[in-house]
């Protein structure tokens, strides 16, 4: 399985059809403002969707949501002139999200998978109303919509569903604005909701697949960092490698230790500092030792959440779903495609696998500053320690991180709480589960820069002795804006700025243009 994703940085336009986009897609649309077109095979497939569902109102069938009420207020029947009222009704009071809203590209993943969610054509919904969500995403118009409180569907999406009928707010400037007139500055006429559409835009797993989505991709990313970061450990720790023998990880029989294994090989290669030092122990701490296998364990979990997520995002979870039968017939079955629980899961999955490899990070932080473990090197990496503390307090901060990553690791897709009368149950919890791996990605991101920063310092005192060419490229990369701290100084800024290399994948782009792509 390749799991390269730098081609989502490049892509500008993403043409959709059959609504079965690639990871590399969704994000240059979500993350990087590419722009969406529709196809006529897309347009031609929601139309004769939503002129079945025309024909089942007509024929007064009934159909949940549509001629119900929602949840357990399903017992209800709702007469054909009160549609409207219904769905604009659903968004109204369902729009209960609170506190911090979401991000700019958490907001347009979520538009993205609605498209995606109801134009596969099975959902009832107008091409007009998805072509209003396709222009507000190529104006980069982003509605307001605060981000707890969902269980994993409803209560946020409502809040965007409010900006798209001109009630909510979409900002402007910074700052969130009414929403109608910021359509109308863009001259975007408000949608007037029809049957079933302020129901498919709430349900199912929308959200929770797009907010997976972005974290599946954030952990990819990360991931490719932390070996860059764990080969400098190697480099400040002076590891063997012979810990790396091709022999010790194929006669383990998994893929991703094999590849991490063959990662580290080829970015050590060529090192002063590996050659001299390749016998100098019998064999290393975990921190070296255990490195590949630790980082193809991650990895192995991030596969598993790829094939599920992007599968998600390639089906469809409304309820209920409309399917053609024959030329002039068809049928709306009710079903249960809303839940979240497979997105949810390996979504936990992915704090996990963030939560094991981030130990493995900063126990090398802290291997290096410590003068009881570094094998010589100056208490805190610092020529002058005691009036100098050096980088004791950046491996506090990794700890600090790694205690949120632990916590927010603990799979939350095991738990549920009912809702609606108990007519809800059991509820996945998946949108928590969603968010919380995006929150864990970043936060490593954090850690693996922090140990990067660290593993140069260290590496700076084995001079002359040079690393590999290809380490030595990213230290070069990095000292021109972070030079050697010598005395104490504020450390911040230089934190942030390598946070920034590792977010935006330039380091692994400046390996890779050395050495080939990573093998994941």
Excluded: W
Excluded at 53 to 72: A, C, H, P, S
Excluded at 147 to 158: D, P, T
Excluded at 377 to 390: E, H, R, T
């Amino acid at each position: 399985m390749n799991l390269s994703v730098k081609k989502a940085r490049t892509i500008t336009t993403v043409r959709i059809s059959d609504c079965m986009l690639s990871l590399e897609e969704f994000i240059a649309v979500a993350k990087y403002g590419a722009q969406v077109e529709f196809t006529a095979e897309l347009e031609e497939a929601v139309r004769a969707n939503r002129k079945l569902l025309d024909q089942f109102l007509k024929e007064g069938r009934i159909i949940y949501g549509v001629t119900t009420g929602f949840g357990e207020n399903v017992r209800y029947t709702i007469s054909p002139e009160d549609a409207t009222t219904l769905q604009e009704n659903i968004v109204r009071t369902h729009s209960c999200a609170v506190g911090e809203p979401l991000t700019r590209e958490q907001t347009r993943a979520v538009m993205l998978m609605t498209i995606l969610n109801a134009g596969k054509g099975h959902s009832g919904i107008r091409y007009e109303t998805l072509d209003l969500i396709r222009q507000m995403l190529n104006q980069d118009l982003i509605p307001f919509a605060p981000s707890e409180g969902s269980v994993g569907y409803l209560g946020v999406e409502a809040h965007l569903v409010m900006a798209y009928i001109g009630e909510g707010k979409i900002y402007e400037n910074g700052q969130p604005c009414p929403a109608d007139q910021v359509l109308a500055k863009h001259g975007i006429t408000p949608l007037k909701l029809s049957y079933k559409e302020g129901l498919s835009m709430l349900n199912g797993t929308i959200t929770v697949t797009a907010l997976g989505l972005l974290a599946l991709y954030e952990s990819i990313v990360t991931m490719q960092n932390v070996e860059i970061a764990g080969a400098l450990c190697y480099e400040a720790l002076r590891g063997t490698t012979k810990a790396l023998d091709p022999r010790i990880h194929e006669a383990k029989h998994h893929e991703e230790q094999i590849n991490s294994a063959s990662n580290l090989r080829r970015m050590l290669a060529g090192s002063q500092i590996g050659e001299k030092y390749r016998d100098a122990k019998v064999q290393d701490a975990y921190v070296m030792r255990s490195m590949a296998q630790i980082h193809g364990a991650a990895k192995k979990l991030i596969k598993e959440a790829y094939e599920v997520i992007v599968n998600e995002m390639h089906s469809i979870s409304d309820n209920p779903e409309i399917f053609a039968e024959g030329e002039h017939d068809g049928v709306a079955l009710m079903c249960g495609n809303f839940d979240g629980s497979f997105v949810g899961s390996h979504a936990d999955m992915l704090s996990m696998a963030c939560a094991i490899v981030g130990n493995l990070v900063e126990r090398g932080t802290d291997r290096m500053v410590n003068r009881n473990l570094n094998d010589g090197l100056p208490a805190f990496l610092v020529s002058n320690p005691g009036l100098n503390s050096g980088f004791m307090i950046p491996q506090y901060t990794a700890a600090g991180l790694m205690n949120e990553i632990k916590h927010l690791a603990i799979p939350v897709t095991i738990d549920s709480i009912p809702t609606c009368a108990n007519q809800e149950d059991p509820v996945s919890m998946a949108y928590y589960a969603s968010k919380k791996a995006g929150d864990c990605a970043r936060k490593l991101q954090y850690v693996t820069a922090i140990e990067i920063y660290v593993a140069l310092q260290a590496m700076d005192f084995l001079k002359p002795l040079e690393p590999a060419p290809v380490m030595a490229k990213v230290r070069d990369y990095i000292r021109q804006q972070v030079p050697f701290v010598e005395n104490d100084r504020f450390l911040y800024p230089d934190m942030e700025y390598i946070y920034g290399l590792v977010k935006d994948s330039t380091l692994v782009d400046l390996v890779e243009q050395e050495i080939g792509e990573l093998e994941f």
